[in-house]
């Protein structure tokens, strides 16, 4: 019986020091995971700057990273201008942001990016309703598409990406002018840095390859913030471009990567890639915090300024994109 009871007493031991082990082995991956998770969402904007009174203007905000940062403007009191090209989707996504900001000043409006006449439109639009634009965030993009042109036949990530806005932007500056201190934000990417500006084939007609179409349309964003920003100079109206990272959304749609994520679910995908809202922060920081009053022709990633790849700074690339764009766009007479 005593032999028994030192056997039972072993036995319970031993289970008790498995025991141990399991629970220390669960909670040490825990925490691996937990970090994992915050180093893939990157950098946070914590401030609770107020945008009470500016109206905003941000492309592509029904679903994704625009959905997000209109939604946290929309918290902060901004009048917003969901400026999207499917407009039963984005109805659906205001009402959401009006539920969860209390905020009832959000407006959806049609704007096709990759149609000329519907960005005059817009801007027409837009104008009939407001005298000031205080923050455009030009957000909306094409990623790694099979080769589509636009309405003016501009291959779509060129198209979509860069001229779209490039030549909302120059309708909506003189607006930008009378309401400074005022903000361009351009969200661009990483892969910029692998772009080139193919001054013989832009729109990507003799040979075309998506990755390529879309790094350039990406770096010509960063040498069209860079150009403008000079010549704002002597203005309060201020243009930066932002990294977003690599971030879970509806637009990398052509990727594998994108339905391998969707099919191992939300949690885990967000151990590798970032949820939109951590991919709206560069955006929300660069369109909020009064310390970038200032602060113009720059690029942040994870909320912090970052350094250019140096064919990025090429300003006789920058000048003659910018030359070449006001002639596709038709704003040859175009006095900044």
Not at 62 to 91: H, P, Q, V, W
Not at 224 to 246: D, I, K, S
Request: hydrophobic fraction near 40%.
């Amino acid at each position: 019986m005593i032999e028994m009871l030192d056997l039972l007493s072993q036995i319970d031991v031993e289970v008790w020091i498995i025991f141990g082990a399991s629970l220390a082995s669960f909670l040490l991956l825990f925490v691996i995971l937990y970090n994992v998770r915050q180093y893939a969402q990157g950098g946070q904007y914590r401030k609770n700057h107020r945008m009470d009174g500016k109206v905003v203007i941000i492309t592509g905000s029904s679903s994704g990273i625009g959905f997000e940062t209109a939604l946290d403007l929309a918290r902060r009191g901004a009048r917003i201008y969901m400026a999207c090209r499917n407009y039963e989707k984005c109805e659906i996504a205001r009402l959401e942001i009006v539920r969860k900001s209390d905020n009832s000043n959000i407006y959806n409006r049609s704007l096709d990016l990759a149609s000329f006449d519907s960005i005059r439109s817009f801007v027409s639009t837009f104008l009939d309703e407001e005298t000031r634009l205080d923050v455009l965030i030009n957000n909306a993009g094409v990623f790694y598409a099979p080769y589509l042109l636009t309405k003016e036949g501009h291959e779509m990530h060129f198209g979509v990406n860069y001229l779209g806005h490039f030549l909302l932007t120059n309708l909506l500056l003189d607006t930008l002018k009378k309401s400074e201190p005022s903000r361009i934000v351009n969200v661009s990417s990483y892969f910029y840095a692998q772009g080139h500006i193919n001054k013989n084939d832009l729109d990507s007609r003799q040979t075309y390859d998506r990755i390529s179409a879309y790094n350039q349309s990406k770096l010509a964003l960063i040498l069209f913030t860079r150009h403008l920003a000079h010549q704002l100079r002597c203005t309060r109206v201020t243009v930066n471009a932002v990294n977003p990272g690599n971030v879970l959304t509806n637009i990398s749609r052509h990727m594998r990567i994108h339905r391998l994520a969707h099919a191992v679910g939300p949690v885990l995908s967000t151990f590798i890639l970032k949820t939109p809202r951590s991919g709206a922060q560069t955006s929300i920081k660069v369109a909020v915090d009064p310390k970038l009053e200032f602060i113009s022709g720059k690029y942040f990633s994870e909320v912090k300024e970052e350094d250019l790849v140096p064919h990025a700074e090429d300003e006789q690339t920058a000048e003659w994109l910018w030359n070449e764009s006001l002639r596709l766009t038709e704003l040859y007479d175009r006095n900044v």
